[in-house]
């Protein structure tokens, strides 16, 4: 329907060019020295203009000798269609950026909830897990689907813009795929899969998804948290962790290098993984 | 987990290889657009009509054998999440087919117009190629620097009037872009191409004034009042 849009408002300008083309006679039309200020206004014409554009409008209709066939002002529609252009443009970009701010408000909430999930999480560094530790992190996990489905409903209003403000929430969302892994493996020592993560965010795949290179950047993330806990685990009698903990990097480093991944920032965040000793 | 990461070595070795063809497209697209725009500038005053033709069949040659090949590159979500990849070439072409415009018509070549010669590219059954705002306005941003370096050679080989038209050009799009602009996302890229921007309209202005003052030496149709001139004291022709 964009397309239909686009294509007929071209139709329409095409058309009225045909009526008023504009012809290039570049060394009368600029040679005209300052020319008597009769103020016009058509409808089109706002306030603000400057006097220099009055002149120029008023040097191209001062020489109607050169209008070709058909039209009353030849060379002002280009300008007018000029003008209009970039009205368009400013409405556009107007919309656009107003739903760049509600995404960013429904960011920063994410990212205030991403802080207490955290803040419950590092708890478990202190001393053997317990399910009521990790309770208090689990109950903010309603209030992340809440908020990404308010994101899901922002993006539904203009769909196949998922991308284009991606950036905003990207970083976010890795956290948020980070602290979920974690504690899914402290519950039961393996990997929350890509799909699961969906799931629990209540994100559906063909409308609004986790982008994978969001879920392996998160996944990284993940596995730098774990040496440290490997740490405070033994301090608090846990002697058996460093084993677990070992087999499952391997085996996630394992995984990895099964993927071709490039120079960018996922590589650099799997070559940044650091592992216990 | 060994069977997932499979499905996502797949993903990832896909998404990656598109983004490489699209920016070897890009690059190509960059290349032959700074091509149009070097041809357009070898223009004079005695064989504008012939440069202009070639720089526009080099420009066509551009969209039929490059452009085309991001249609299908760019269908759906990856038009937005490739544009880093794309944006570049994107925006050199997009200076290379206004400038043409503008050097044979005066005008500014519109999106929408720009849009309509990309929509017979490809399949029909695919999503047409559209150029987005963010591209136009940065190609448009691009534009007036080539500008500039036209108005001076149009200046030296004594061609004025141009040069003024390409003046006041330079400072309508100037005009235009500095209401939109501040809405565009992401746009500190484009701040400093207005900075850039304005100091192009600038030395414009300032090339046109100096020339202006100095009349004499660049316009020896018209009489001056110099008094060092040779040619106090001429009428000034008619014209």
Redesign the interface.
């Known amino acids: 329907m964009?397309?239909m849009k686009?294509?007929f408002?071209?139709a329409h300008?095409t058309i009225s060019r045909f009526l008023n083309p504009?012809p290039?006679i570049?060394?009368?039309?600029?040679?005209v020295p300052s020319l008597p200020t009769i103020r016009v206004s058509p409808s089109f014409l706002r306030p603000r203009f400057s006097v220099?554009e009055t002149f120029?409008f008023l040097s191209q209709a001062y020489f109607p000798s050169f209008a070709m066939a058909g039209g009353d002002h030849p060379a002002t529609t280009?300008f007018e269609?000029?003008?209009k252009?970039?009205e368009d443009?400013?409405m556009?970009?107007?919309e656009?950026?107003g739903l760049?701010d509600r995404i960013r408000a429904v960011v920063l909430e994410i990212e205030s909830t991403i802080r207490l999930m955290h803040a419950s999480l590092l708890l478990v560094h202190q001393s053997r897990p317990t399910p009521e530790l990790l309770e208090k992190a689990k109950t903010q996990i309603p209030v992340l689907k809440e908020l990404y489905n308010r994101l899901a409903e922002v993006h539904r209003e203009c769909p196949?813009?998922?991308?284009?403000?991606?950036?905003d929430w990207r970083s976010q969302t890795q956290s948020v795929v980070s602290l979920l892994t974690f504690m899914h493996w402290i519950e039961t020592g393996?990997?929350l899969?890509?799909l699961d993560i969906e799931e629990k965010l209540g994100l559906n795949n063909l409308e609004f998804g986790l982008d994978?290179?969001d879920y392996?950047v998160g996944v990284c993330f993940m596995s730098n948290e774990l040496p440290r806990y490997v740490v405070n685990q033994v301090i608090a009698g846990d002697y058996d962790c460093p084993r677990k903990v070992l087999k499952f990097l391997t085996?996630?480093h394992?995984?990895?290098l099964?993927?071709?991944?490039?120079n960018d920032f996922l590589r650099k965040k799997f070559d940044d993984r650091s592992f216990p000793q | 987990m060994n069977d997932a990461f499979t499905k996502y070595t797949q993903y990832l070795n896909d998404l990656n290889d598109k983004r490489e063809r699209v920016v070897k497209a890009s690059r190509d697209i960059t290349m032959n657009s700074k091509k149009v725009i070097f041809q357009v500038h070898r223009m004079s005053k005695y064989n504008k009509e012939e440069v202009l033709k070639k720089a526009e069949k080099d420009l066509a040659a551009v969209t039929n054998q490059y452009m085309s090949r991001l249609v299908k590159e760019l269908q759906g979500t990856d038009f937005w999440k490739l544009r880093r990849a794309y944006s570049p070439g994107v925006q050199e072409y997009i200076e290379a087919a206004t400038f043409c415009k503008f050097c044979k018509t005066g005008t500014l070549l519109n999106l929408d117009e720009i849009n309509a010669t990309l929509l017979p590219l490809g399949d029909p059954s695919l999503e047409p190629l559209q150029i987005n705002v963010l591209d136009y306005l940065l190609g448009l941003a691009d534009l007036t620097g080539e500008l500039m370096r036209l108005a001076i050679g149009r200046i030296s080989d004594g061609e004025l009037e141009f040069a003024k038209k390409i003046c006041s050009f330079a400072r309508d799009i100037y005009r235009e872009l500095t209401l939109v602009v501040p809405h565009m996302d992401d746009s500190s890229d484009m701040k400093t191409k207005m900075d850039t921007m304005l100091q192009s309209v600038k030395k414009i202005e300032n090339a046109c004034f100096s020339v202006h003052v100095r009349g004499s030496e660049y316009m020896p149709l018209t009489g001056s009042n110099d008094p060092s001139s040779f040619l106090v004291g001429v009428p000034d022709i008619e014209l």
Not at chain 1, 160 to 167: A, M, T
Not at chain 1, 258 to 262: A, H
């Open positions: 964009k397309y686009s294509a408002r071209n300008f504009n290039l570049p060394s009368i039309l600029d040679s220099e120029r280009s269609s000029l003008e252009q970039f443009f400013r556009q970009l107007e656009s950026g760049g196949g813009r998922y991308y284009r403000h991606h950036g393996s990997l899969m890509h994978i290179e392996l085996d996630l394992a995984a990895f099964m993927l071709n991944l490039r």
